[in-house]
T-cell receptor
Framework: GAVVSQHPSWVICKSGTSVKIECRSL??????MFWYRQFPKQSLMLMAT?????????EQGVEKDKFLINHASLTLSTLTVTSAHPEDSSFYIC???????????????FGPGTRLLVL | AQTVTQSQPEMSVQEAETVTLSCTYD???????LFWYKQPPSRQMILVIR??????QNATENRFSVNFQKAAKSFSLKISDSQLGDAAMYFC?????????????FGKGTKLTVNP
């Protein structure tokens, strides 16, 4: 149980276009979803935290108009990279936190990630 | 702000031997959690082990154990009887819960190589 999926797993797009990445909790309801960015050979950096039905909270230095996050339901959050540029090329990972989490359950379940390449 | 430091960018170990990965952290909270995550080449984040700060007993999960030194803010991971499948990036992370929201902060990672 507690599986998180991301779609697509790989995307290549032209500079200036927008790309949407979906994050779904497949078998549980997620009160909160998180979006991370990971550059090659680097660590995960939290970009934003989203709660269902409310606006996302962005970390300092992350452009909210550039990275649009929508958390429309307890099982789906989307990240849209608007007007993508080559410097946006990265690995994007989402995670989901269980609604009514038990003490022995993981705090966050991670998706498999999405690799974005902007040409 | 919480910080997590991993001072070993790379480590190597012989198969069946034991290796220890270091991690130090800094937090102003009294209630927090610490984690070790494994990221294999597939890049899927896998939870290895976790430690609640209020627990004095060190967490163990089969071949994986931690040495949690709260006063020193140290949280090292020991891997016993290393296996080839243990080769991966290992990230130390701390989780703070403030006002109902939580934030997971990762260290820069340690790349572990297991030599046959």
């Amino acid at each position: 149980g507690a599986v998180v999926s991301q779609h697509p797993s790989w995307v290549i797009c032209k500079s200036g276009t927008s790309v949407k990445i979906e994050c779904r909790s497949l078998d549980f309801q997620a009160t909160t979803m998180f979006w991370y960015r990971q550059f090659p050979k680097q660590s995960l950096m939290l970009m934003a935290t989203s709660n269902e039905g409310s606006k996302a909270t962005y970390e300092q230095g992350v452009e909210k108009d550039k990275f649009l996050i929508n958390h429309a339901s307890l099982t789906l959050s989307t990240l849209t990279v608007t007007s993508a540029h080559p410097e946006d090329s990265s690995f994007y990972i989402c995670s989901a936190s269980l609604l009514r989490r038990r003490w022995d359950q993981e705090t966050q379940y991670f998706g498999p990630g999405t690799r974005l390449l902007v040409l | 702000a919480q910080t997590v430091t991993q001072s070993q960018p790379e480590m190597s170990v012989q198969e069946a031997e034991t290796v220890t990965l270091s991690c130090t952290y800094d937090t102003s909270e009294s209630d927090y959690y610490l984690f070790w995550y494994k990221q294999p080449p597939s890049r899927q984040m896998i939870l290895v082990i976790r430690q609640e700060a209020y627990k004095q007993q060190n967490a163990t999960e089969n071949r994986f154990s931690v040495n949690f030194q709260k006063a020193a803010k140290s949280f090292s991971l020991k891997i016993s009887d290393s296996q080839l499948g243990d080769a991966a990036m290992y990230f130390c992370a701390s989780l703070e819960v403030q006002g109902g929201s939580e934030k997971l902060v990762f260290g820069k990672g340690t790349k572990l190589t297991v030599n046959p």
